[in-house]
């Protein structure tokens, strides 16, 4: 519970805090926060990912205290001697890294769970987790709230603001609540830049580049089972032909759902080890059974499974799998696969 992540925090004095791999706003948001706060109260805290923040997110203040584990002398030093080690806006040793998630999971160290996922890991010493939160960083500002909300700095109150508006898709979210505006308030009175140019930073600085792979991917859309579901897939190739790179393929899972009638949205996205499979979801479709069905995992409307095998063989089995997880809810206004669609899946299993 939060009150035993406080008392953890305030009587230990060295830090390592870090989150998932391909980190994103909320990860970032949350994790920075944490930091500067720690840092703040005199504690000797560094925050180390597996990978680094996306381009997008390198304006926010403090930033360049994230590091990239590299498994460097001095790194592996201070994971070696810290008393604690924080994980934020993840809950599975996977998801931190192939080469750091063995080692924060072998660690001596205190190991610290916040996050808002389902089905964390059992291996946490300490593990405040809150499903029905909009985002970490709603759970942090809470956190460092009740320690001590003066000590919120235009900084971190930023920092904060981007977990937030990023993990909610800019408030459209079903787990926005009243609660969520009334912190976003509070920080936004905190803040140290306007709304405006946050939201400038964060969606507003696209490449060319960007732009042609969303059209090649754009042009792979499918409508399955009367338009309820909608996927899109993303080659390898098209990384190569735009000079793209996987961070650029954040948020493009949404495009599915902008569809009037769409309910589900899909990205396949096709890897070098096998694919990854992004669920969207509108209202009560909960996607995350359906991710866990492939060995992942998420919240109800946003969840993600990675599977070691080939894009096609993927596509087919995940919508096959569909009418289980939506089917039965739409089967009265004849969301049941077609004629078409059965020969379509058909297709892609003889690929496969």
């Known amino acids: 519970m939060m009150d035993d992540v406080l008392h953890v925090l305030q009587s230990y004095s060295r830090f390592v805090i870090t989150t998932h791999v391909r980190p994103d706003g909320d990860a970032i948001g ?69 080469r750091l998630g063995p080692v924060v999971r072998k660690s001596s160290a ?3 769970l916040i996050d808002h996922h389902t089905d964390p890991d059992s291996w946490f010493d300490c593990a405040w987790v809150s499903e029905g939160a909009a985002a970490t960083g709603e759970m942090m500002f809470e956190l460092l709230a009740d320690w001590d909300a003066d000590a919120i700095t235009p900084d971190i109150a930023t920092a904060l ?7 909610t898709g800019s ?18 009175e905190r803040g140290s830049r ?10 507003e600085t696209r490449s060319p580049q960007w732009v042609r792979l969303l059209s090649r991917v754009l042009g792979t859309l499918t409508l399955f089972y009367d338009g ?24 493009l899972v949404d495009y599915a759902l902008a569809i009037e ?3 589900v949205g899909l990205l396949f996205t096709e890897t070098a080890r096998g694919t990854k499979v992004s669920f969207r979801s509108k209202g ?45 809810r739409h089967a009265e206004n004849g969301a049941v696969l077609t004629q078409d669609d059965e020969a379509y899946l058909a297709t892609l299993l003889d690929v496969g």
């Not at 969520?180 to 308030?185: F, K």
């Not at 309820?228 to 650029?248: H, I, P």
């Not at 995350?288 to 069905?293: F, G, M, P, V, Y």
């Open 30 to 98: 949350s994790q920075l926060a944490l930091g500067l706060f720690l840092k703040s109260r005199g504690k000797d805290a560094r925050m180390i990912n597996a990978h680094v923040p996306p381009a997008n997110l390198e304006w926010i203040d403090g930033i360049d205290d994230v590091e990239k584990y590299n498994t460097s002398i001095d790194q592996q030093e201070f994971l070696t001697t810290a008393e604690v080690i924080v994980v934020v806006d993840t809950n599975t040793v996977d998801r931190l890294g192939r």
């Open 110 to 112: 205190l190991k610290v």
């Open 161 to 167: 603001y981007v977990a937030i508006v990023t993990d």
């Open 171 to 188: 408030f459209r979210y079903s787990t926005v609540t009243p609660l969520v505006h009334r912190i976003t308030a509070d920080l936004l």
């Open 194 to 203: 306007p709304p405006a140019d946050v939201y400038s930073a964060i969606y």
């Open 228 to 251: 309820v579901l909608g996927y899109l897939v993303l080659r390898r190739g098209m990384l190569a032909e735009t000079g793209c790179t996987y961070q650029d393929a954040d948020g």
């Open 261 to 263: 009638g769409v309910e």
């Open 284 to 328: 009560e479709h909960a996607v995350n059974r359906w991710a866990r069905s492939f060995g992942g995992g998420g919240h109800v409307n946003a969840s993600g499974a990675f599977l070691r095998r080939p894009t096609d063989v993927v596509i087919s089995q995940v919508l096959a799998a569909a009418p289980r997880f939506i089917g039965v």
